[in-house]
């Protein structure tokens, strides 16, 4: 893979389609039900940030991490309940890592099984408050 691989013009091209949808959201925000609201924004805005956000989040640039905090600070400045994308990255890449691990039809298990005794238990995955915590034995 190539050191320089930048997801840049994907980022940008998502930022700009959030904030558009962002404008619905806050005029449900101060013409509707909150409720609503926060539904149209995990459908329209969540939905379309989280596509991949745990594969493209380490190889992006400082101002787009910052333009897609901004998005999820607008959303709280509206009075939305919703986690930060750090927290969002965290669950969605814990969800990720866990169904690959005990998949065992994923490519990963043949390697997991050639490892030397204790080396599998390193890679199971075990919830500790809000991270992911690896041992082993």
Wanted: hydrophobic share 40%.
């Amino acid at each position: 893979v190539d050191d320089k691989l930048r997801f840049q013009d994907h980022v940008q091209s998502t930022i700009t389609t959030a904030s558009q949808r962002m404008y619905i959201v806050k005029n449900f925000v101060f013409f509707s039900s909150k409720s609503l609201s926060v539904m149209l924004f995990k459908s329209f805005i969540v939905s379309l940030i989280s596509y991949c956000l745990p594969v493209i989040f380490t190889c992006l640039y400082a101002s787009d991490k910052k333009s897609l905090r901004k998005i999820f600070n607008d959303a709280t400045k509206l009075g939305i309940d919703h986690p930060d994308i750090d927290t969002l990255i965290a669950d969605r890449t814990k969800t990720l890592a866990l169904r690959y691990i005990h998949d065992d039809d994923h490519f990963i298990n043949d390697f997991l099984s050639q490892c030397p005794s204790g080396r599998y238990l390193l890679l199971n995955i075990e919830p500790c408050g809000e991270e992911i915590v690896s041992y082993a034995i």
